[in-house]
């Protein structure tokens, strides 16, 4: 039976401890910690609904991250999904059941995504990301009381360390905090986003955090919380493979997350040699990042280290078998000498492939891995959008043949929002379809060139 | 020191002259303490990752680890790796990986790294390039090993750092304080975001806030006081009208960029004088867009890039990340390197190669038959400063150790 398995598993993975039931008079505040586990009964169909409602806010959230979208823009885009989706609302009669929702949404997810590595960061990425912006809007009297109930074990400054200090204190956070700020110090690691971004004071290894900037906190106490209960839900996990039912639908759920890697076509039946890829670039299947190694290497010929992943990936993804790579690479390297080629470079080649080493062929990377790779001095991997300077993005396109001055000023603003991947793709339509809006925003390198590469075939069709 | 020429040195490094330096002089026994945090073999030295560059081929042999000190040095005698580099702890031993779930071999610790090499100041500095270095770039790396050194302590807490030569033009930085090798890559990447205050992205150079974060305000004091010599005298980075752009290409304003280019004309102009120029044009008042606040905080951003730490972002972001070891001794130079014991005063061109100190071993005349061989070479200093850091991160590992028990015991 349904009911008693539910039951079971959810006793088992429970992580306060707490056998008490969650009732909806339980849900005091909009925004949780999803500390105790839900323990009524839902009907199978619900179950599977309401973790499907969550995915697709988790999926707006994530491309909300990828693109770099934040702040307005980010609430402009999000508020319509939340509203379809997950509503939650701060009063009203619904507001139990829309709780309630929120909570067994969450932790079907952590059913669904504790299995593997990659899948607990993702997730954990997601709902904290998710947690914060709700964090944000939230109304300041709720949020309030919400701390309150966390009892969280934050040192706060005092006053006399505060008055010694205070310069200090004044600078490392802009704008200024409030002369009566309150400050919570707390060891550096727990809030690394702040460190990171030099927006705190750090001293003898203790960050202090103004009060103004406790949302990091919070959303990183929420981060850890979450990325450990993961861990127990995991472990509990083999248990639960019993189940029948339930299984199908939580490996179906954490497959439909996986829509980020690229997972797309491969043409290794269309036979790309070394001496194909360049004439690929220039039939303009490739993306801008991919375009731009290529002509790096034939400038350079070379290319450093996360530029040889990246673009050695896409490569690997578009079809070019592991001989075809090795001679690309070598062609390309004509500074290089055989020996220190093989040396050097060939066993990464093959690692790649997954020929040696760990034999795991490597992924291509998407667009968020590329959006957050850092790029340093004679570096060129990265993504165009976010890299280039606006006068040499503009000149980029015009080579590629956008012209229209207004679309060069839609692709600047997009990428000055951040919206790298939605310029991206905006490029795409203008150079292959004549403007025509795509249907879905592309967020992999390999998807460009896929999508690229059976236009082509197909007006190469269409004119036959 | 002359300006010391690396490349056409006569440093072949011999094998078997090498097996010899591991023999007798290289100090296993402090570097498996270094690792250890303690006499007796623990996991934190059985299952660390070694790996050897071997002469043969240059062939690279990666999760290698050792039982104690001894089957170590066995190692190093056996195979003469041309040099070894040291990665993480992992929570089983590297040699059995591929008996446990991949999923399950996992780092746990390693020091927290970073390496300074002057080819990232190959823009910036005039005096040398490529693999050359001399003791006017060297500056660089002293700069940088002062700012992070303090940084490192006051800001972030640590106290058991080593900096290493690298063997020819840079430094490395080990923090090896149990805290900063438990940090997981989110905290290392969150580190060097803080040290780091260029962003990546080429054009945009220097990304400091106003006003100065205080560890920025704290680089900014020290950049400024070497500024004049470093980089002015020194270096004179801008003499050249071509080389001029790179100055003017940091002015905001158009008006005073064109004033400037037209008062220095074809000729070489020493930097001093160019940076001079740029105030006296900018007071002789005849430029009507100037913002006066906005070239000074140009100006001031001129300082800190032409100063601040160039760190190698990946070597210090992931714990898996594999370093050289100290007393390696560099193949391309033949120098040992060495720990250095004062910024201050360190100078490349006097540490001493493979071949100095086997030569001064076969002229050793101690009949001391109970002193260590290094004792005799110059070698001494090195060692006995790295015996001492070993010892003082011992101590305190105990007492970390000793207080971890204490609490234990008090519920």
Redesign the interface.
Known sequence: MYRHSKRRVLERNNIVGDDSTVTPANYPHRLSFYALPPLEEITLDQFELWAIDRLKVLAEVERCIVNNITGQTMESLLKPVLAEHLPLGTHGSAIESERKKDHYSHYILRLAFCRNEDLRAKLVRLETALFKYRFATDDSNDRKSFIQDLNLDWEQVSQQEKDTLAAELAHATVPSPAINETYFKVDFERVCDLVESRRVLVKRGKAYVPNSLQQSLIAAEFSSRLDQALMLTARALPRLEEDQRLVPVLTHLSSGFAWQTYSGPIYSDEGFTADSVAALDRAGHFPLCMHNMQRGLEVNQHLKYEGRKQYGTFLRAIGLSVEESLKFWRMMFKKVTDDKFNKEYAYNIKHSYGLVGSRRAYEPQNCVHIGMSGVGRDEIHGCPYKEFSPDRLASELREMGITDTAELSKIRDLTQKHQYSMACTRVFELTHQGGEPSKETIMAPNTYFSLSYEHAKKTELSQS | MPSVDFTFANHKVDPEVLTQYYQRLFPARYLFQWLNHSPVPSSDFTNREFAFTLFK??KYIRYLSYPNADAFKKDLLKMTPSRFEIGPEYNSNPRDRRLVN??NFKTLSKELVFDIDLT?YD?IRTCCSDKNICELCWNFITFSIHVLDETLR?????EHILWVYSGRRGAHAWVCDK?ARE??D??R??????LNIAK????KVIDA?????????RMFDVATKDFTQHILLDQDPWRTPEDAEKLLKRIPDLNLKDALKKKWGFSDISSSTKWKDIDEVAKSGNIKTLNANSLLEAKKDIILEYMYPRLD??VSVHMNHLLKSPFCVHPGTGRVCVPITDPDTFDASSVPTLNELLEELSTSTSTDSNAHAYESTSLKPYIDFFGKFVNNLMKAEQQHAKRGRENDLSF
């Not at chain 2, 990447?189 to 803080?194: C, L, R, T």
């Not at chain 2, 990546?200 to 054009?203: N, Y």
């Open positions: 081929d240059e991949k999923n990232d823009g006051e800001d972030f807490g640590f805290r940090l997981d989110k905290a990447k969150a580190m060097i975001g803080y990546g992205t080429r054009g806030k106003r006003p100065f974060h205080p560890y920025v305000s972002v990946n």
